[in-house]
């Protein structure tokens, strides 16, 4: 390759990227300005509806005849089922209080003025009709986040769809996961009032873990008999899907991974990485009933990979036990307040989700009750 086809085809690299930032930008800006229309609307509605005493025959006529005229200027798209998701988007955001404690780097990160849409001659409408704090997202998104009925539980999947740039299809899939419930029971009562403000943090090793993980992507049904080999195997047939489920950061490294200690021959079932911690992730799957014997091995792992493979540089290493069922009190017992190591169970179903807020009601109910003790 000559020197001229070398600098052509760098040059292409640098202006296509730039030309799909651009494209990116565009669709973003435009996206986002149709959820400010989406949610002004709602609230010109509404506005309407207080003054007609909201009468719900009065409010139906004129939501017919507002489609109407509308449809006949602009042409498809606003029909009365529109309309009413307008008015329900504004009813649902328009009183907001999580907003207010919100990150002040998300919201710079997220501020209208920066993708363009308080510029040119129509600001001050926008201006208007905008709530305390920015949307982020699209008008799918939002529809979807909408019909979460608990504040707190939308705000977290308002963020985290944000940070974490999650299609739609893959808010769908954490919201029905019920990835927020499973998160607050694995945290103290002010860590969880934190993911409603900030999302999903990961400062210390309890932060990664989730109980249950979810794990019905990889196609085993609940009530067949399958192997801790056939769970491995589906797992890294999946494996963006399960490094997706174990949350942020994690790099997948090795299955199966042998180390010798005293002229034996161990295997870990799999090696991750979290690059957030900094620190090897190692994860033993199984499928029968954890014991102190399978918590021992674990230890000893990490206790391993702690003296022989991480760099000074690096966290101390976590050990995860990922079982079909977990003893918490023979955890407690068999491990050391300080160990690294921790048992979470998987499911190969999604989790019944009011049996969740149930337990999350029980478990704050108890955190209270030893306050007051």
């Known amino acids: 390759m000559n020197e001229i086809q070398i600098r052509e085809d760098a040059l292409y690299e640098r202006v296509s990227q730039l030309i799909e930032i651009a494209r990116k930008r565009v669709k973003t800006t435009i996206d986002i300005t149709m959820v400010y229309t989406y949610y002004g609307i709602g609230k010109y509605i509404v506005d309407d509806e207080q003054q007609g005493k909201e009468r719900a025959e009065y409010g139906a006529q004129v939501l017919k005849g507002l489609s109407v ?36 780097k998300f919201v710079a ?18 201006t208007e009709i905008g709530p305390n704090r ?24 308002e963020i985290e769809s944000y940070k974490r740039d999650w299609s739609v299809r893959q808010l769908k899939r954490e919201y029905g996961s019920s990835l927020y419930e499973r998160l607050a029971l694995s945290r103290d009562k002010d ?47 999946k494996m963006q899907m399960f490094l997706l489920e174990m949350g942020k950061g994690f790099l997948f490294e090795a299955r199966q991974k042998r180390f010798t200690f005293n002229e034996k021959h161990f ?13 090897y992730v190692l994860v033993d799957l199984k499928t029968d009933e954890l014991s102190h014997q399978d918590l ?49 169970a998987y499911q190969l179903y999604i989790p019944d989700k009011k049996l969740l807020q149930a337990k999350i009601k ?12």
């Open 267 to 279: 295997f870990v079932d799999l090696v991750l990485y979290n690059r957030l911690l900094q620190c």
């Open 134 to 157: 920015p949307f982020t997202l699209s008008w799918s998104h939002y529809l979807v986040l909408m019909r979460i009925k608990d504040e707190e539980e939308r705000r977290f999947y």
């Open 191 to 237: 860590e969880v009032m934190r993911l409603s403000t900030e999302g999903q943090t990961i400062e210390k090793p309890q932060d990664i873990i989730k109980d249950p993980l979810a794990l019905e992507f990889i196609g085993i049904k609940p009530d067949s008999i399958y192997s801790e080999t056939s769970l491995e195997n589906a797992i890294i047939n």
């Open 296 to 344: 021992g091995q674990m230890q000893m792992y990490v206790n391993y990979y702690d003296r022989y493979v991480k760099e000074d540089f690096e966290k101390p290493t976590i050990g995860i036990l990922l079982c079909k069922d977990k003893d918490d009190a023979l955890v407690e017992l068999t491990l050391p307040q300080d160990a690294n190591v921790y048992a979470t």
């Open 69 to 104: 005229k509308l449809t006949k200027r602009f042409g498809a798209g606003w029909s009365v089922e529109t309309l009413k998701k307008c008015r329900f988007f504004f009813k649902t955001y328009c009183d907001s209080t999580i907003g207010s404690t919100v990150s002040t």
């Open 362 to 373: 029980e478990w704050i109910d108890e955190f209270e009750d030893k306050e007051q003790e």
């Open 109 to 126: 990160q997220s501020n209208p003025d920066k993708l363009g849409l308080q510029c040119g001659p129509n600001s001050e409408i926008i």
